[in-house]
C-alpha cells in the first residue's frame, strides 16, 4: 500500500486526497475492464460547475496525468487532480458505498458547508 503523494516528482506537503480500500479495489476493476495501464493511467478527479448547490464531482479514467496534476497513489491506484479542482477537494476521502438504495463512488470532503438534498453537488 503506498500513500504517498507526488507532485511534479517532489513530496507533497498539502492535504492529501486519501482513498480507501474498497474504492481503489473497484476502481482498479473497471480500469482494468477499459483495458488501461495500471502503472501510467489512473482515476482523474475533478470539479466542475453544476447542480443545485454550484459544484460537483467528476470522475473518469485518464491514461496519463497532465503536466500540471498533483498524482496520489493509494493501494496501488493512481489519481490525478488538476490545480484548480485541488482548491475544492484537498483533504477529501473517496470512498466506495454499497447500499440498499445506492452503489457507487463517493467523495468526503471536509471543505463543504452544504450539499444539496441528493449529494450530488455541494457548495464550499
Same mark, same amino acid.
Given at each position: 500500500?503506498?500513500?504517498?503523494?507526488?507532485?511534479?516528482?517532489?513530496?507533497?506537503?498539502?492535504?492529501?486526497?486519501?482513498?480507501?480500500?474498497?474504492?481503489?479495489?473497484?476502481?482498479?476493476?473497471?480500469?482494468? =475492464?477499459? +483495458?488501461? $495501464?495500471? %502503472?501510467?493511467?489512473?482515476?482523474?478527479?475533478?470539479?466542475?460547475?453544476?447542480?443545485? *448547490?454550484? &459544484?460537483?464531482?467528476?470522475?473518469?479514467?485518464?491514461? =496519463?496525468? +497532465?503536466? $500540471?496534476? %498533483?498524482?496520489?497513489?493509494?493501494?496501488?491506484?493512481?489519481?490525478?487532480?488538476?490545480? *484548480?479542482? &485541488?482548491?475544492?477537494?484537498?483533504?477529501?476521502?473517496?470512498?466506495?458505498?454499497?447500499?440498499?438504495?445506492?452503489?457507487?463512488?463517493?467523495?468526503?470532503?471536509?471543505?463543504?458547508?452544504?450539499?444539496?438534498?441528493?449529494?450530488?453537488?455541494?457548495?464550499?
Amino acid at each position: 500500500m503506498s500513500t504517498d503523494s507526488v507532485d511534479g516528482g517532489q513530496a507533497n506537503t498539502r492535504p492529501q486526497i486519501e482513498v480507501t480500500e474498497i474504492a481503489a479495489e473497484q476502481a482498479r476493476s473497471l480500469l482494468e =475492464s477499459e +483495458d488501461l $495501464d495500471p %502503472t501510467e493511467a489512473g482515476l482523474r478527479l475533478f470539479v466542475q460547475q453544476g447542480g443545485c *448547490a454550484g &459544484l460537483s464531482y467528476g470522475m473518469r479514467f485518464d491514461d =496519463s496525468p +497532465d503536466d $500540471d496534476d %498533483t498524482i496520489y497513489e493509494h493501494h496501488e491506484l493512481r489519481v490525478f487532480v488538476d490545480p *484548480a479542482s &485541488l482548491k475544492y477537494i484537498e483533504g477529501s476521502v473517496l470512498d466506495y458505498e454499497e447500499g440498499l438504495q445506492a452503489e457507487g463512488f463517493h467523495v468526503e470532503n471536509p471543505n463543504v458547508v452544504s450539499e444539496c438534498g441528493c449529494g450530488e453537488s455541494f457548495r464550499t
